[in-house]
Structures are given as C-alpha cells and as structure tokens.
C-alpha cells in the first residue's frame, strides 16, 4: 500500500468493454493500482455509439472512468481529450499514457503543468512508418519522465531515443482462466492448432496456412483453428485453397470467453507465427499465448517480435522463424513429444507473469 493515498491518472486511447489488447492493459493495470490502494482516475474514450455499454461497465469498477463522448466531427473529441486530461493532471501524483493519442496528449499538457509522467509502449504506436508519425511519437516519449516497454523487442524499437526505458511484461489474470463448466466440447483434429486474435497480417494466421502444406504431409489429421474477428479472412480462406489446405482450417469467428476457454481446453498447440505488416503494425508482446499458457497449452511462436519476451523457449513452448516450414514441423514434433512436460512449463511461466507479481513493479516506480 502507498504510504499515503496517491492519485494515479491513466489516459488510454482504448479500454473495456470494447476490444483491444492496449485497453485490456490499462484496465488491468488501474484495477490492480486500485487494489494496492491508490485512487485510480481512467481518462478513456467512448467508442460504442450511444455509450451504454461502458455506462454498464464502468459502474462496476472500484475506480472512476472518464469517457470522451463519441462524436462525429473528430478534432472536437481530440479537443475534449485534452481539456478532460488538462483538468485532472495536477491533481495527480502520475499520469499514465498509454496509446498513441494518449502520448502526444500527456507531453502536450506537461509543457505547462509539471507531473511525474509514465509512458506505457506496447509496439505499433513507436514503430510507424511515415516520418513525421514517427517523428511526433519520438517527441512526444521523449518528454516522459519514464518509458515502460512491455518486452524487450519494444524497448528496441525506441533505443534511438537514447532515454532509460524500463522492461515490464504484460500480464494476465491467471484465475480468469480456469473452465468452469464443460459441454462435450470437442475439436477437429489431431493434433489441433488454434490462433486466437483479430485474422489479419499481424496475428500470423496466414504465415501458419503457407507452412501448413509441408506440415499436413507429416500430420494428415492435423487442423488449425482461427479465434478472432475474421477481418482477412475470406483473403486467407483464398489462399489455402490454392495450397490445397482449405480443408483442415477453420474460422471460428469471435467466441465468448467460455467458448473460447472450451476450444483452448481442447487445443494441443497454441500458435502465434506474427510478423511485421507494411504500415508497421507489430506484434509488441503476444498476452494470447499466456492466457492459453495457463490452462497448459504449450505454444509455437516466432522470432523478431515481442513474441520472444512472451515464450519461454523450451520450456512454455518453442520459438521459430514465421516462414520456416522444417523449424514449425520440428516445434510440433518436440511439443507433442514432451506434452506434459511442455503442459507443466507453460501453467508455471503464467503464473510468473500473473497481475499480483507484475504490478509489484509497477508500484515501485510509483514508489
């Protein structure tokens, strides 16, 4: 606990109930600062139409949000972003930005009104392509008081800052996923792959069905299954019928969390193959893979990514280059060889980066 109340603003570009891997961050992090008992102020925007989801939502929390009202004319929310962050930030001990708006905001106001400031990168936001994109970002981090990456791969992505940058995986809730009840679920294949995340060029799914063609010659009965918003899908479907592989993926679409813990359960293999997009959309650490680490899917992730901070090579699961057929079908071999063994490792390295052992560094920097 904080010797005396402190006041910690998060301002976020993304937070629940709508989707986002930056949201669920900041809404995992503000409940956990809550708990240690700080008084935990979230400035966020509202992004479903008429709001009422987040009014339901944000009336269960044990802290206050403050929404950004949707509106149609967009420079009129910017403005309101600021003015909102603007009126809470000298009231803070910490201000916490996270997400790309959230950054050029916070630098933006602590030219005139001095806080401790805390910037939170995950990838994408520090890794645009257009040079004065990537330039204001550079601006922006460089007035912060602290950087927190959430893996290595992202520190290096801002390493030409020449700024101190603090090294803080993401976390999850370990007891969030746990199968409550059980239906008779039951997958196609053996042994069963599954991707879960948005289907599009940064998730990997597509570097998974081009190397699938080598892989089903050793594994006939193999099948991938796809969790996510099919937003490239019918694209990809395309391909793997030209690979001839069409018949051993299937696209599930979004699931709810107890579907989506049902087709986990019965998945031998959680594989994450991502890779960099043309616009620079990057994979900056892989939380998917350590939630279906804790129910004891071990996972097969690639190299050059955040990914890399997010297995525990040989241990939780193996890392490969996205586009080497030999090294996937040699990763399959060696986990389904040593399932338990693999199973085990994967549970004990979720439990490592559970909230209650991940926020303790967190609060030391509040400290």
Known sequence: MPSEKQHILIVTSEFPPQPGGIGNHAYQLALELSNHGYLVKVIADQRSLYGNEEREFDAELPFSVIRIKREGFRLKMYLNRIIKTNKHFSNSSHVIATGKFSLWNIAF?????????????????????PFLLKKSIAIALKKMDTIVAVSNYTKDLVNHLKKKVVVIPNGIRTSDWKLNTLTGFELEGNPTLTTVGRVSARK??????????????????????????????????SIAANLQVESHITFHGALDDNQLKQTLSETDLFV????????????????????????????????????????????SGVLINSNNAMEFKEAVDTIMNKKESFSEGAKEWANHHNWSIVIKRYIKLLS
């Open 204 to 237: 990997g799914q597509l570097n998974v069905i081009k190397l699938l063609p080598e892989l089903v010659k050793h594994y006939p009965e193999l099948h991938y299954h796809c969790v996510g918003i099919p937003s490239e899908a019918d694209h990809f479907t």
């Open 272 to 315: 994450m193959l991502s890779s960099e997009s043309a616009t620079g959309d990057v994979e900056g650490f892989g939380i998917a893979i350590l939630e279906a680490n804790a129910m004891g899917i071990p996972a097969i992730g690639s190299l050059n990514c955040g990914i890399e901070d997010a297995v525990q090579n040989g241990i």
């Open 109 to 129: 106001i602590s030219l005139f009104k001095k806080v401790k400031t805390i910037a939170v990168i995950h990838g994408t936001e520090v890794n645009f392509k």
